[in-house]
């Protein structure tokens, strides 16, 4: 399912996990839009629930810790997410305008409320050596996931996808469900990407729950996207950076591999 949305002051639901269990998604996902002064107020008596800043300046309060973050753009700057068990609460304020991204599942799990800093993030220059020639050049981002945070229900992560080049490729699958939210560097931005065996144009604020299938995508020249991904593990069998790659296209990956360019036309 693709799921295009205008964003209005506030908190913006896009699924919610009692909801056809969140479209596959099994997770609540949302966007919150901040002027400056806003505060939010995080607690669920029953789910855990992670936020990541996507840009803007802002003051997050969590088990008696006020911490300022700013963060002008999700493109050059690292990720700023908070993460909390149910029972848990946390505030945001803004000082700036903040656009916020949130996921939550069921977790009967506690643990202790974590602010995941731009130096905590792990990033992985994919594509970094000239792979696919560097037409799948991108940053994939993980704050937490099973190694991190075995406690938790879900992973929570960014990609800086280039303009005009591919991610999520060469194409893989995996049974767990994800969600890829796209936010475009300029809002008149679009790319395209499989979303269950299907086609679908993305747009700047939209949401691709994506329950089976491989899911490989691609922008448009000009238009650079960071999106965040998120994953729901399933019970007994959690996410464990087990993605599988479709055979057919793995040849693309290796050093020496031989394919028709065009340079000399």
């Known amino acids: 399912m693709y799921i295009d949305k205008k964003l209005e002051r506030g908190y913006n639901e896009y699924t919610r996990e009692d909801i056809e269990n969140g479209y596959g998604s099994m997770m609540d996902v949302g966007i919150i839009m901040m002027e400056p002064g806003d505060t939010y107020e995080f607690h669920h008596a029953d789910k855990e629930l992670a936020w990541i800043l996507l840009y803007g300046k802002a003051v997050a309060s969590f088990v008696g810790k006020d911490v300022t973050m700013e963060r002008p753009n999700p493109f050059d700057y690292d990720t700023w997410c908070l993460h909390q068990s149910k029972g ?38 994919r594509g970094a050596n000239g792979e696919c020639g560097g037409c799948i050049k991108r940053d994939v981002r993980t704050s937490f996931d099973y190694g991190n945070a ?34 475009f560097e300029k809002e008149q931005g679009f790319g395209a990407g499989w979303v269950d065996d299907e086609i679908a144009e993305l747009h700047h604020n939209g949401l691709a729950i994506l329950t089976k299938g491989v899911h490989p995508m691609s922008m448009a020249p000009g238009y650079a996207c960071c999106y965040v991904w998120g994953i729901r593990h399933l019970p007994g069998n959690p996410w464990e950076k087990t993605r599988i790659d479709d055979p057919a296209h793995l040849w693309m990956i290796e050093p020496d591999a031989q394919y028709w360019t065009g340079e000399d036309k």
Not at 166 to 172: L, R, T
């Open 88 to 125: 848990a609460s946390s505030r945001i304020t803004a000082i700036e305008p903040c656009k916020v991204y949130v996921q939550a599942t069921s977790n009967d799990k506690t643990f202790p409320t974590h602010l995941y800093t731009p130096e905590e993030t792990d990033t992985w220059r």
């Open 150 to 183: 075995p406690y938790s229900n879900m992973v929570l992560g960014e990609v800086v996808n280039l303009p005009g080049k591919w991610s999520s490729y060469p194409p893989h699958w995996h049974p767990q469900p994800e969600v890829y939210f796209y936010h």
